[in-house]
Structure formats: structure tokens, C-alpha cells
């Protein structure tokens, strides 16, 4: 039995890079950033917030990794010729997953802080947390290319999907949406979920540091 042809890596965790090369051990990690904002970021998000502009902005995610394997199943183009070294062969490359999904988190994000909708702490941060999701972005695409898993072309095509399909689903969200919040709040399983919108408060985090510390107060006096 050939053993090899028998097993298959979940490309989304399988990152490889050459022994000794520093800067692909970091950029390997870079590349399991969307990994660490699905798992950690919008699983401990849904458990601990209940946010209705997190959970469809979660939504979103998935949506647009549907619609990116629709597309490489149906172009079928082949990785680069270093896919064989990385066991990478047995699955396409364009549009690249990664470079879409951490664009149009990028996306969805900028576009929430033009809103002015999460936890923004003044317009200095703003472009702060901006700043940064786009860096990590970039990095991101470039990891791609760098290890040799995507083309030039399938990461700069996956990052100009994901940017048009997040802010498309930005302006479907709140746009068209939006306006089932309150219904989704007040259903018998938003209640049950406990789930919320907070979209329309202008700055969350004080919001509910000011409240937390009023019901703390008010449970030592009685």
C-alpha cells in the first residue's frame, strides 16, 4: 500500500516551510490567522457576546469561503509546481482562501469603524485597529506566495474577492438587514440565545463598563 496517496492534509492548518528559514516559520504562522479569528475569534465571540453584528459579520465569513471553493472547483487552476514539495497538489489554487478571507475580514472591519460600530475608543485608535488588520492582511497574502502554497495572481484574486464580497455583505447587512434586528432580539430564540445588536450605541465598551460598575454598586447598597 502506498501509504502517501492514501492520506490528505487539511490545507487550512497544513503549513509548511523550508528547515531553518526563520522568516517562513513566521510567515507560517502568519498564515493561520484566519484559523485563529474563526476559532478563537468568532466562536468566543458568539459564547461570551451574543452580538448580532458579530454573528453576521461570522456569517459572512462562511459565505465567502463557500463562494471561494465554488469558484476554484469550478476553474479547477492548478498551484504552483512547489505545491508537490508542500503536498499541496491535490487541491486548487485560485482564488486563494486565505487572501480572501483575511481581506474581507479586513473589509468588514474598516467598514464597521467608518460606522462607528464595535469597540472604538476615539478616531486615533480607529485607524490604530485599522492599521493593523490591513498589515496582517497583507503579510498574509505575501505568506502565501512566500511558501510557495498560491501564485501572485491567485492571492491578489482571492484578496480583491474578498474585499468586493465584504463589503457587499456590509451593505447588505446593515443595510437591508438591519432592520430585523429588533425582530431577531425579540424572537422567542433570540431570547432564548440571548442575543443583541449594540450597533446603535456610540461607544460600547463604556457603555457597559459604566453599567456593570452602577450594578455593583447598587448590589452593595442593597
Known amino acids: 500500500m502506498d501509504l502517501p496517496q492514501q492520506l490528505k492534509a487539511v490545507t487550512l492548518t497544513h503549513v509548511r516551510y ?3 528559514d526563520q522568516l517562513g516559520h513566521f510567515l507560517a504562522w502568519i498564515s493561520l490567522v484566519p484559523v485563529f479569528i474563526s476559532l478563537g475569534g468568532f466562536v468566543s465571540h458568539f459564547l461570551f457576546r451574543r452580538e448580532l453584528q458579530g454573528i453576521f459579520f461570522g456569517l459572512g465569513l462562511v459565505i465567502s469561503q463557500l463562494i471561494n471553493e465554488f469558484i476554484k472547483t469550478t476553474v479547477e487552476q492548478a498551484r504552483p509546481e512547489t505545491c508537490t514539495l508542500l503536498e499541496a497538489c491535490d487541491s486548487h ?12 475580514f479586513a473589509t468588514y472591519f474598516s467598514l464597521m469603524g467608518c460606522k462607528g460600530i464595535g469597540f472604538w475608543f476615539g478616531l486615533r485608535s480607529r485607524w490604530v485597529l485599522n492599521l493593523l488588520h490591513w498589515c496582517l492582511a497583507v503579510v498574509t497574502m505575501y505568506s502565501r506566495v512566500y511558501l510557495g502554497y498560491h501564485t501572485v495572481a491567485q492571492v491578489f484574486a482571492g484578496a480583491a474577492l474578498g474585499a468586493v ?3 457587499s455583505w456590509f451593505w447588505v447587512v446593515n443595510s437591508v438587514l ?21 450597533s446603535h450605541i456610540p461607544d460600547v465598551l463604556k457603555f457597559e463598563y459604566d453599567n456593570a460598575r452602577a450594578a455593583r454598586n447598587n448590589t452593595k447598597s442593597d
Open 93 to 104: 489554487g485560485w482564488p486563494s482562501s486565505h487572501s480572501q478571507f483575511v481581506f474581507f
Open 165 to 167: 464580497v465584504g463589503g
Open 18 to 20: 523550508r528547515r531553518g
Open 178 to 198: 438591519y432592520r430585523y434586528f429588533a425582530v431577531i432580539e425579540e424572537s422567542k430564540l433570540g431570547r432564548m440565545l440571548c442575543v443583541k445588536d449594540t
